[in-house]
């Protein structure tokens, strides 16, 4: 037997390879600052974690709605409503296993094959990779530097056409930290409100801001919300990775559509993590809060450093929890540069160039670690940092 051939266009994420690369250095007794994989150090807040505990004890443990349990689609419908300003009900909710279903069957049920898809780049690699999967043409769109890693505009303007059928936002955004401006995002909606297309806005890092302002959601304008698939999820927010709960809030046309692929797949998301997720968003906010603030903390010193570094420009970054340092003036390729710091400083990061061509000659640095641990990886590419400041 052969693998089918769509296998060969289905891609991977790079953060997993380098983590089990640096765990192999680490059972050879070296010493690894892991700044590789996005996801939160804290622990999930324990009442979250009680929750799920009196889940199990009450039997929360069978199949459950397809859908998501009815309880927890009107909690994520209120906050839905409430924070991005719209009217939507629970009508509108698919839970799933985590956030990567809701980019997977929306394309699966949308895209055929020659459909073209305009997604960031750098951006998170699953999309060009389920694009490709689909037999869809990939579109994408270089974030500027300059304009703090959102769209050009002019070239998107340029890029849309008759074959467009997505538009994948995410902001903030995986991995440059950029959150795209309200007024971007006002421009994108007059280019693409009369088309026959659908927006697809990755809004996962939602609460993890640092803008005076909240990242404004492309589905609040008028006449988006008909055309607008919102991911969001606990992963990120309440760090609960591990725990596999996200959700999309979309048009009501696209639901069954949803569900059917859910049920071909997962038959359901389990019933005792939905319980706990309900926990989230219903009780205290305070430990998400603190959080936000120690990732601002963390940001500010760990960016102040690498802005020390010879050939090394690093963005504030608006939201998530990563620094994409440029690193073109030390005149090392990216994806070698990479290599060099995992392998000679300990120091275990991601190639730009893993997130899409424009990406090359970045690095990203995911500061979901302790200052201390921060501070050290800083420390330890600036010792290194003569292997190409005197070269």
Known sequence: MKLAERMQRIGNETAFDVLVRARALEAKGRSVVHLEIGEPDFPTPPHIVEAAKQALDEGWTHYG???????????????VSQTRRIDVGPEHVCVVPGGKPILFFPMLALLEPGDEVIYPNPGFPI????????GARPVPIPLIEERSFSFDLNVLRDQLSDRTRMLILNSPQNPTGGVIPAEDIEEIASLVAERDLIVLSDEIYSRIYYTAESPVSIASLPGMK???????????????????????????????????????????TASFTQRAAISALTGPQDEVEDMVQEFRRRRDAFCAALNQVPGFR?????????????????????????????NEAGVACLD??????????????????????LMEAANRIQAISRTWANG
């Open 226 to 268: 008909e055309k607008t698939i919102i991911l969001d999820g606990f992963s990120k927010t309440y760090a609960m990775t591990g725990w596999r709960i996200g959700y999309g809030v979309m048009p009501e046309w696209l639901v069954d559509a949803v569900n059917k692929l859910m049920v071909n797949s997962n038959s359901c």
């Open 65 to 79: 709605p397809t859908q998501g349990l009815p309880e927890l689609r009107s909690v994520i419908a209120q906050h």
């Open 314 to 342: 690093c963005a504030i970054p608006g939201g998530a929890f990563y620094a994409f340092a440029n690193v073109k003036l030390t005149g090392v390729p990216s994806h070698e540069l990479a290599d060099l710091l995992l």
């Open 127 to 134: 999309y060009e990779s389920m694009i490709q999967f689909l």
């Open 352 to 373: 730009g160039g893993g997130f899409g061509k424009y990406g090359e000659g970045y690095l990203r640095f995911s500061y979901a670690n302790s200052i201390e641990n």
